[in-house]
């Protein structure tokens, strides 16, 4: 059988630390979970990555794993050596039957079931899953409760993986963050000998809003402004995720000068704010009373913009 190098799977080194390998299974999971990728081979890899992460995160597998590689040839037919796990105590991952979805290289070392005949009887808490649910910033500023569709593998009657969709209803609370997770408790992998299920984990994620960029809870948007509210000082209506607000332009404002609403933007304790960005938005001139205008102050102000750039 072919060996099967895991550093190389998740494009780490062979001394990378615990928390190098989880952020380079996130980063990679993020790229080929089937629910988000467009890759056309997104579940073999994903089968490959979860694979290596399940050994690499288990210290006691990643040493075996590591003793063997030592003596492997990566390119050759490969056979673990007699007795090569002799003091390992390897935490069980498959069900019976589930070994399908694992390589032949994974199954010979961690999930063939003769090596774990003691413990057939054993009782065991599902895995967890993770996705990620994609939700519009409404929904976080409200709350709301919606259907989602997921797929993931799962084994039919044949022991033979299979790709399947589900449909979960699920209440997304006024106020979640962007990377947060939202814990469905007992939507993971079914549980071994009556252990309970796992959980699933979704990660939130906003959809582009066409009004507000956001930032942890604050939120950030536009203000399109009058040269002369700008330069005079007004009040003007603005738009905010809780109705239309009065707010007060001072006077003397450039473009880009950020206002800032406070609680304003997605609710939380606290709650985050909301920031103006003036945005001076000059008259066009396209009729002879506006070309008379801009003539008009032009010779009444006599301003230079460029000045700075002759000092």
């Given at each position: 059988?072919?060996f099967?190098?895991?550093?190389?799977?998740?494009?780490l080194?062979p001394?990378?630390?615990?928390?190098?390998?989880?952020r380079?299974?996130?980063?990679l999971?993020?790229?080929?979970h089937?629910?988000v990728?467009?890759?056309?081979?997104a579940?073999?890899?994903?089968?490959?990555?979860?694979?290596?992460?399940?050994?690499?995160?288990?210290?006691?597998k990643?040493?075996?794993?590591?003793?063997?590689?030592s003596?492997?040839s990566?390119?050759?037919?490969?056979?673990?050596?007699?007795?090569?796990?002799?003091?390992?105590?390897?935490?069980?991952?498959?069900?019976?039957?589930?070994?399908?979805?694992?390589?032949?290289f994974?199954?010979s070392l961690f999930?063939?079931?003769?090596?774990?005949?003691?413990?057939?009887?054993?009782r065991?808490?599902?895995?967890?899953?993770?996705a990620?649910?994609?939700?519009?910033?409404?929904?976080?500023?409200?709350?709301?409760?919606?259907?989602?569709?997921?797929?993931?593998?799962?084994?039919?009657?044949?022991?033979?993986?299979?790709?399947?969709?589900r449909?979960?209803?699920?209440?997304?609370?006024?106020?979640v963050?962007?990377?947060?997770?939202?814990?469905?408790s007992?939507?993971?992998?079914?549980g071994?000998?009556?252990?309970?299920?796992?959980?699933l984990?979704?990660?939130?994620?906003?959809?582009?809003?066409?009004r507000?960029?956001v930032?942890?809870?604050?939120?950030?948007?536009?203000l399109?402004?009058?040269p002369?509210?700008?330069?005079l000082?007004?009040?003007v209506?603005?738009?905010?995720p809780g109705?239309?607000?009065?707010?007060?332009?001072?006077?003397?404002?450039n473009?880009?000068?950020?206002?800032?609403?406070?609680?304003?933007?997605?609710?939380?304790?606290?709650?985050?704010d909301?920031?103006?960005?003036?945005?001076?938005?000059?008259?066009?001139a396209?009729?002879?009373?506006?070309?008379?205008?801009?003539?008009?102050?032009?010779?009444?102000?006599?301003?230079?913009?460029?000045?700075?750039?002759e000092?």
């Open positions: 059988m072919e099967k190098d895991y550093y190389q799977t998740l494009d080194k001394d990378a630390s615990d928390d190098e390998i989880k380079a299974y996130r980063k999971a993020r790229k080929y089937p629910d990728s467009k890759e056309s081979d579940e073999a890899r994903m089968r490959d990555i979860n694979e290596a992460y399940d050994v690499l995160r288990d210290a006691e990643r040493q075996a794993y590591d003793k063997l590689a003596g492997a990566p390119n050759g037919e490969f056979q673990p050596p007699p007795g090569w796990d002799e003091g390992f105590e390897f935490r069980h991952t498959a069900t019976p039957g589930e070994e399908a979805q694992f390589s032949e994974f199954s999930g063939g079931r003769q090596r774990h005949s003691a413990h057939q009887n054993f065991a808490r599902g895995e967890d899953h993770h990620i649910i994609e939700i519009d910033l409404e929904d976080a500023l409200k709350g709301a409760t919606r259907d989602i569709s997921l797929r993931a593998v799962h084994l039919d009657d044949q022991h033979q993986p299979q790709m399947q969709t449909t979960l209803s699920v209440r997304i609370p006024a106020g963050r962007e990377g947060q997770y939202i814990r469905l007992g939507q993971g992998m079914p071994h000998g009556g252990g309970e299920n796992g959980d984990y979704l990660e939130v994620r906003f959809k582009p809003h066409p507000y960029a930032d942890g809870r604050d939120l950030t948007m536009t399109p402004v009058a002369w509210e700008a330069a000082g007004a009040s209506n603005a738009p905010t109705g239309t607000v009065e707010v007060t332009i001072p006077a003397g404002s473009n880009g000068r950020k206002l800032r609403l406070r609680g304003r933007g997605i609710p939380g304790n606290p709650a985050g909301l920031y103006l960005i003036l945005e001076v938005i000059l008259p066009p396209d009729t002879d009373a506006a070309r008379a205008a801009y003539q008009k102050m032009q010779q009444d102000l006599p301003f230079n913009p460029r000045r700075h750039l000092e």
